[in-house]
């Protein structure tokens, strides 16, 4: 017999496999309530956080909270807001930045925005101790630029929590990349993460990592067949040259 969850993940799988864009609100909202009812759901939010933009990248967010020690957060590409009121609402110093031209931010239900600006351009005056990106890569039209940034932004030892959309053949405006959790791995060591310990899950219309920062200096690379092996120390173990980028699950904390 299939279970519950195992229906609810195949209902979100399908649902969101679609871009976010083009998803009724309705349906999100049906999609997370099916989530709430199942048996263990987590407790850390309410039916009303889940409902709409806010159910993307949540098993992340509600995993930060659950198992890694931060104060401060950096929220880039807020959009509307919501995740960065959940940390609020945890007891977390937020900051937010967005370029506040998307449609998820002119939904902004937040009496403040703290930055408006390009992220690329601005500098803050001291690390976080976790940055949050949520569907936020993607549109990057240099994503190892942004990366380093977000790299630039996290204090060693601090806390990177990056989700992307899983890849999709659909070209839809503003998503300049494709991903699967392998190429966002990759991507973060190129970009001088270590991420041999590194939290992955994919979960809907979700991929998400989460890792420590815990900063490397890039082996002599040759941009070219090989490379993935000559990381190979600094990705999860046993990941070599050619291997399964499709990961739904690693190293996720329960």
């Not at 993940?9 to 909202?29: E, M, S």
């Not at 920062?213 to 490379?227: F, M, T």
Request: charged fraction near 20%; hydrophobic fraction near 40%.
């Amino acid at each position: 017999m299939v279970s519950a969850a195992t229906l609810a993940t195949n209902l979100i799988d399908k649902t969101f496999y679609q871009d976010a864009d083009g998803i009724p609100g309705r349906l999100r909202r049906m999609t997370a309530k099916l989530l709430q009812s199942l048996p263990g759901a987590s407790v850390v939010t309410n039916d009303a956080d889940r409902q709409g933009d806010v159910l993307l990248a949540m098993e992340a967010l509600e995993t930060a909270l659950k198992h890694c020690d931060f104060q401060t957060v950096l929220d880039v590409g807020s959009g509307a807001g919501k995740h960065a009121e959940l940390f609020h609402r945890h007891g977390k110093s937020v900051t937010t930045i967005d370029f506040g031209k998307s449609i998820y931010y002119q939904k902004r239900d937040q009496h403040r925005t703290d930055i408006i600006a390009d992220y690329y351009e601005y500098q803050f005056d001291q690390p976080f101790d976790l940055v949050w990106a949520s569907h936020v890569l993607e549109h990057q039209p240099n994503p190892n630029d942004f990366l380093k940034k977000v790299h630039r932004d996290t204090k060693e030892g601090g806390w990177v929590v990056i989700t992307v959309p899983p890849l999709k053949h659909q070209i839809v405006g503003g998503h300049l990349s494709l991903w699967n959790a392998g190429m966002l791995l990759y991507h973060l060591v190129f970009a001088g993460f270590d991420c041999r310990k590194a939290w992955v899950k994919r979960s809907g219309y979700n991929i998400s990592v989460i890792v420590d920062k815990r900063s490397i200096v890039l082996p002599e690379l040759h941009y070219d067949s090989g490379d993935i092996n000559r990381l190979s120390a600094f990705l999860p173990l046993g990941l070599g040259e050619g291997f399964d980028g499709n990961i739904r699950s690693m190293n996720w904390p329960d």
